[in-house]
């Protein structure tokens, strides 16, 4: 997919959740394995509550990956971790601070192929940040979608259910252990709640800058679990994702 070079670059690999990203990072990855490239692949810490050191997708691929604190300051640590590497793989970028926009662009002007995968929406259908960041400045975007749960229209949004409910417009973006699920759902099928319950005018908590805290508060951890389903290729939620990769490695 790209021209001969001595130059880095960032590809963005996004879309909704279940549209198949990590399964794409992974055949990206494979790809240059084959070749004899160095690769190293990184993920958030948010997902050291499933206890791994992979990345993986529905359908049971995986590879080894290095956890990375995903807040603040902490995906600079990514600049040091492997310098020889010749391509960098980060997976389920939504749930990194805006420092990861820094960290990819340093990698690409050191000559570093990125490879980036994310969700590029919260569950209420906005801008996931730092995803939107670096597909601006990435050299490669591709968005994939998923196939909507309801209606069989090609999906590019997140659908959060809550005891099978779609969630309230101000519920928190991420939510950490929360006992939710997700669907891929496209436009006319996505649903948000609202009401005068919950905190209205105040989404800003979409944006994880708001949460200056380690992990960022409710609202980042919620975001997370959206963007972490993502990867697979299934249509399972979060945590079935995440169960999965536990059971792969
Ligand atoms: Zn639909």
New binding site residues.
Partial sequence: MHAITRTGWVEVITGSMFSGKTEELLRRLRRSEIAGQSVAVYKPSVDDRYGETTIGTHNGRQWEATVVDNEGKGPLEILQADPEAEVVAIDEANFFSEALVEVCNTLADRGTRVIVSGTDQTFRGEPFDPVPQLIATAEYVDKLRAI?S??G?P?TRNQRLIEGDPAHVDDPTILVGAEESYEA??R??HVLRTGDEGRHGSRTDINRGENGGEDGGEDENENRNSKETEDGSGNDTPTDESARTSTNS
């Fill in positions: 909507c309801q209606c229209e999906a759902r496209c006319a099928c």
